[in-house]
């Protein structure tokens, strides 16, 4: 069987919904922004013991792996436009209440580590029912775009707006930022409820089906198809690197760079507008090589960006590698995600994606610690290295999805351009 994949020969029509939830999407990440820089910074107000500090951002990762799998097996069986409003509307109603907390002086350690496992657990659930939403507003042959375009809005909005302002909003008050961050919720909630598409249909579950055996099933789909396959060992085994390089890129940057903060600033910065570059280049790129060959090349260009960060002692070297590795990481995670939606089976669409990422958050945690070990052991540039090893392997990993006896989804209009591996 030939392997044939769905090339993007359409834009995303902006009515319709996808506006809206592109909307509520880079409004979601414009709050998640703000309290992701805030939280850290009232943690270091309330206690100067760093293991406490860090516990935080922890815990904001253990629910993804505790309860990913339910997660998509929870938005494969329910209306998933319900399911994000109605998560929307329970993640601002409790930021507002952190908020008042914080600004009557009752913040804690305790509180903020109940909030990061509250949200993040909450969102195991939303972000699946978006995953596996998307389709029922997008044509098939514009979902590579409609996921660039939301990508590149969230990477926008979370990089390059919401970082600055949250010196601004703390002038005004501790607890700003996290009400702002309510606000988002809220009004992300609000234009994911005005979305007017019919419920999912889906065939009645056979009698004894358990949300066990749902998820046994999602990940056996995943498993028996060979591209996917790929793609999700490949992205775990790269975010085991990226825990490495961005736990301790600020360690590379002034100390062994000696660039100091504004060197730092400088190369994430290039990141996030490399990234930006990628969402636009995007399309471009897979119209030329495919969508599989264009994550392969996505994670061999990777490569290469992190073995100079590593090797070369430059602060415009490492700016120029940051900027080539967010264009290509913006690369490799349309693909994947479209990939995700265009193989995969409607009905398991939440599980699969649960699947994907819950080894992906499981590989930032343990990368992590190997970077602050290599560091430690080896030297401050050897995280870089560390991560360039790990892609190797991701790479090696997605190599079986090139041959020929893969299938794929089609869309059902007879839109798509074939394109068959040789």
Sequence with gaps: MATVEARDVGAPAWRGGFGRLWSAAVLSS???????????????????????????????????????????????????????????????LLMAGFAVAVALGHASIALLIVLAVALTTLQTLFDNASTALLPALVDQEALGSANARLMTGQRMAGGLLAGPLVPLLIVAGAAAPFAVDAVTFLVGAALVASLRIAAPEREPRPAGS???????????????????????????????????????????????????????AAAMTAYTVGSLVGGVANRRLVDRVGRIRGVLLAGVVQIGALVVMGSVRSLAALVVSMAVFGLMG?????????????????????????????????????????????????????????????????????IPALKPDVSVVEPADGATTAHVTR
């Design 330 to 398: 913006m690369v490799w995670n349309v693909n994947t995600t479209t990939l995700m939606q265009q193989r995969g089976p409607t009905d398991m669409l939440g599980r699969i994606s649960s699947a994907y990422r819950t080894l992906a958050v499981a590989g930032a945690p343990l990368g992590a610690l190997l970077g602050g070990l290599v560091a430690t052991v080896w030297g401050l540039n050897a995280p870089p290295l560390l991560a360039a090893a790990f892609f190797v392997l991701s790479v090696t990993a997605l």
């Design 210 to 264: 358990t949300l066990r055996g749902e998820i046994a099933a999602g990940l056996r789909a995943l498993w028996h198809d060979r591209a996917l396959r790929g793609l999700c060992a490949a992205t775990a085994l790269c975010n085991v690197g990226m825990g490495a390089l961005i736990a301790t890129m600020v360690l590379l940057v002034t100390g062994w760079l000696d660039a100091g903060n504004a060197g730092y």
């Design 30 to 92: 414009f709050g998640d922004a703000l309290r992701t820089a805030a939280l850290p910074l009232l943690a270091a107000t309330l206690t100067d013991e760093p293991l406490l500090i860090a516990s935080v951002t922890a815990c904001g990762y253990l629910p993804w792996i505790v309860f990913g799998l339910l997660g998509g097996a929870v938005a494969d069986r329910v209306d998933q436009r319900r399911a994000m409003w109605t998560v929307d509307l329970a993640r601002g």
